[in-house]
């Protein structure tokens, strides 16, 4: 699939007509700040509107509405004839499309894939309307909050990974004959989400996505910085005494686990990312 790179001055058809031409088919990724602001946008708890709502423990969206004329499911929050009901606390995802968001080298790049701008075939009547540069549509979709908070979640699962890391390379697993827990590692990144739910377990889900936080949850930054200290606690009070190579191995891998499943709510490629960390890890003595 052929990637076209934008800055923020590239000049689109960008205005969104919100015919939500958009809302049937895709897979919308969420985090944890993104629930939250869905259900009070919904004004119902976070865990109920990931019960009702969400896949594989609130990572992503549902889509199970009236299929459109291709067959395509619409969006769990879709009403028909009236478009996007919860517009307000919509996702990043959605208030990009059809922009998507790399980081490299702490940047973000704006993208779109194909050769063919989306909303020209699907939502004609763009044609018509103004032409905006990339900017000044993120503006006008008040993008900056949800941008903060992706942003602050990459920080976080980096976070939760690097315990993974120290417990196989610092504590003595990897300088024995371990071979298994990079192996498990590799599987993890290719592990469907609902395989990787299921090893995660209940308890470790809630607190990665719905945690019990609820000081200034307006604020991305302050919200996000918050459940990576409870997120860190958690870790430390559970693994923290682990001992044995076995319970080491165990540690690092559900570890990895947690910061792949939150990679994959974050929309990130979670092959590429563990054989990148397997990688890593090897460069620093781990055997495979
Ligand atoms: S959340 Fe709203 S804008 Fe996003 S896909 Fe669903 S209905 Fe469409």
Not at 100 to 112: E, L
Not at 117 to 124: E, G, K, S
Not at 209 to 234: G, S
């Amino acid at each position: 699939m052929q990637i076209t790179k934008l800055n923020s001055k590239s000049i689109l058809p960008l205005t969104c007509t919100r015919s939500g031409t958009c809302c049937f088919g895709k897979a919308v990724m969420l985090n944890p700040w993104e629930l939250l602001r869905f259900s009070k946008e919904k004004k119902i708890t976070p865990r109920e509107f990931r019960d009702l709502y969400c896949e594989f423990g609130g990572i992503q969206l549902r889509f199970d509405g009236k299929p459109d004329k291709k067959g395509q499911k619409a969006c769990s929050q879709y009403v028909d004839g009236f478009g996007c009901s919860v517009h307000e606390g919509r996702p990043l995802a959605c208030r990009l499309y059809p922009l998507g968001r790399q980081i490299q080298f702490d940047k973000a790049q704006y993208i779109f894939e194909g050769t063919k701008f989306p909303c020209l075939t699907d939502c004609v009547e763009v044609l018509d309307l103004p032409k905006l540069s990339v900017g000044e549509y993120l503006k006008g979709q008040e993008a900056d909050a949800f941008e903060k908070a992706q942003d602050e979640y990459l920080i976080i699962m980096q976070n939760i990974a690097d315990i993974g890391f120290e417990l196989l390379l610092d504590s003595g697993l990897a300088a024995s004959v371990d071979m298994k827990t990079l192996a498990v590692w590799r599987e993890l990144g290719k592990e469907p989400p609902e395989l990787l739910v299921k090893r995660i377990g209940k308890a470790w889900l809630d607190c990665l996505m719905i945690p019990d936080i609820t000081i200034d949850t307006e604020n991305p930054i302050t919200f996000a910085q918050k459940h990576n200290d409870l997120l860190l606690l958690k870790l430390q009070e559970n693994f923290g005494s682990s001992q044995t190579l076995q319970e080491l191995h165990e540690a690092s891998v559900l570890i990895i686990g947690v910061a792949l499943h939150l990679a994959r709510g974050l929309g990130a490629d979670t092959k590429g990312i563990s054989e990148h960390w397997i990688e890593t890890a090897k460069s620093h003595g781990a055997k495979e």
